[in-house]
């Protein structure tokens, strides 16, 4: 059974600041990754997705990175805003696009 | 493309009634849809997928009968609680994937119905 986990659970920093949101996984059987943002009583908005052969993947001031190998996979947030306040979930796929499992997330907060 | 819509955003029922909750996929068909449920502070758990015109595939621990989901067409899903109960409340969020998924086998989610159980 895939095991999510996503460290830190919270975090709060300056804006402007470059972070690093880490999640790691037990099942490394994965077809692909999914990173998503969900606002506070929001649905998902999906941010990034890596195919398993793959290493990274870019979206203007995101970078997402997997090794699947070792079951992890690291969210690198370029020049924080306070509009990147959110809670940041991972979600691997073990299941060809029918089986995602959720991380516990990670709850950021960026201050002016 | 790939919007994913819910209805509705939020429902407030008396204990022991039903709630039927949509998810429709806008612009694509989706042959596979998703139904997920996330309680307050806690992440997504998929309570079961369903396949357009077959039944849907329950995870452990989700009471089917309790859960109903009806797949019928290949836009449209539907999630109902039955006899709903306090402890059914809860933020239900639904995805789907494209039939033409290319190679990316992405799930693109709808914006949640929060569900209040009096």
């Known amino acids: 059974k895939q095991e999510v986990t996503q460290i830190p659970a919270a975090l709060s920093v300056p804006e402007g600041e470059n972070l690093v949101l880490n999640c790691s996984f037990t099942d490394s059987a994965i077809y692909n990754l999914q990173w998503f943002r969900q606002d506070p009583g929001k649905g998902l908005t999906s941010l990034l997705l890596i195919q398993s052969s793959q290493r990274e993947q870019t979206s203007g001031r995101l970078n997402a990175s997997l090794d699947k190998s070792s079951g992890r996979s690291t969210l690198y947030i370029a020049a924080s805003q306070p509009g990147d306040s959110a809670t940041y979930l991972c979600?691997?796929?073990?299941?060809?696009?029918?089986?995602?499992?959720f991380g516990t997330g990670t709850q950021l907060k960026v201050e002016l | 493309g790939a919007v994913v819509s819910q209805h509705p955003s939020w429902v407030i029922c008396k204990s022991g009634t039903s709630v039927k909750i949509e998810c429709r996929s806008l612009d694509f068909q989706a042959t596979t849809m998703f139904w997920y449920r996330q309680f307050p502070k806690q992440s997504l758990m998929l309570m079961a997928t369903?396949?357009?015109?077959?039944?849907?595939?329950?995870e452990q621990g989700v009471e089917k009968d309790k859960f109903l989901i009806n797949h019928a067409s290949l836009t449209l899903s539907t999630l109902t609680v039955t006899s709903a109960h306090p402890e059914d409340s809860s933020f239900y969020i639904c995805s789907a994937r494209d039939r033409v998924s290319g190679v990316y086998n992405e799930q693109f989610f709808g914006p949640g119905t929060r569900l209040t159980v009096l």
């Open positions: 369903s396949n357009e015109g077959s039944k849907a595939t329950y």
């Open positions: 979600a691997p796929d073990t299941g060809g696009g029918n089986k995602l499992t």
